[in-house]
């Protein structure tokens, strides 16, 4: 477990200084690849207040590890908190709502572009695909279900059974405009 912890404390490290670095040389050349109607179009809502524990980060606390291998996805550290500061450390943001493998929809929300742009290849996965969760001793594993394209506004993704288990996975789209939202949805595989 320590071992685990401290490879995700090197990856949010590593994330974090690319950012900055990043970032410092878009400032330098006063330009930016996301402006902040588009990063506040995307629905927010407030981290939960989580005592310090030996897995929290800059950005909170760290609640699991996300894998898409469709998506060249490997190994992303997932925090609590969808707010600008949480997304642009260059990690899945997590809805406060619901967790992995619990009842209802467990939702994702990361950069294409920027801040290591993390679901970069989300637009590649097919239904059937994998995603796997890792949290805490489980693992979970999800099945695409669907893989749609929506306005920034539409929230009604975000709805879900109540009495089954899913995950969705948001992200903008296109690359230039970033006017519409990719929304991939997996189901849980229950053992």
């Known amino acids: 477990m320590n071992r685990r912890l401290i490879e995700v404390v090197v990856i949010l490290a590593s994330l974090l200084f690319g950012y900055l670095l990043i970032s ?8 930016s690849l996301v402006n902040d109607k588009q ?4 629905p927010t ?7 310090p524990t030996s897995s ?9 590890l996300l894998t898409i291998p469709a998506a060249e996805v490997l190994t992303l550290p997932i925090a609590r908190g969808v707010d600008e500061v949480t997304l ?4 899945a943001g997590a809805y406060s709502w619901s967790g992995p493998g619990e009842n209802g929809v467990f939702a994702l929300a990361a950069h294409r572009v920027g801040a290591g742009g993390p679901f970069r290849h989300l637009d590649r996965v097919e239904i059937g695909d994998r995603i796997v969760v ?5 693992k979970f594993n999800y099945r695409i ?3 749609i394209t929506v306005d920034p506004t539409d929230t009604s993704v975000l709805n879900g059974p109540k009495d089954d288990s899913r995950i969705v996975l948001i992200t903008c789209t296109p690359l230039d405009t ?7 949805t997996g189901q849980l595989i229950r053992d």
């Not at 410092?24 to 330009?31: A, Y």
């Not at 990063?39 to 995307?42: G, H, N, P, Q, R």
């Not at 809502?45 to 005592?51: H, R």
């Open 145 to 147: 279900i669907s893989n």
């Open 45 to 51: 809502f407030p981290a939960p207040q989580i005592a």
């Open 134 to 138: 890792e949290s805490g001793s489980k």
């Open 178 to 184: 970033f006017a519409k939202r990719i929304v991939v």
């Open 88 to 91: 642009n450390t260059g990690v």
């Open 56 to 64: 929290e980060s800059p950005i909170g606390k760290v609640i699991g």
């Open 39 to 42: 990063v506040s179009a995307l």
């Open 24 to 31: 410092g040389i878009q400032k330098s050349s006063n330009s």
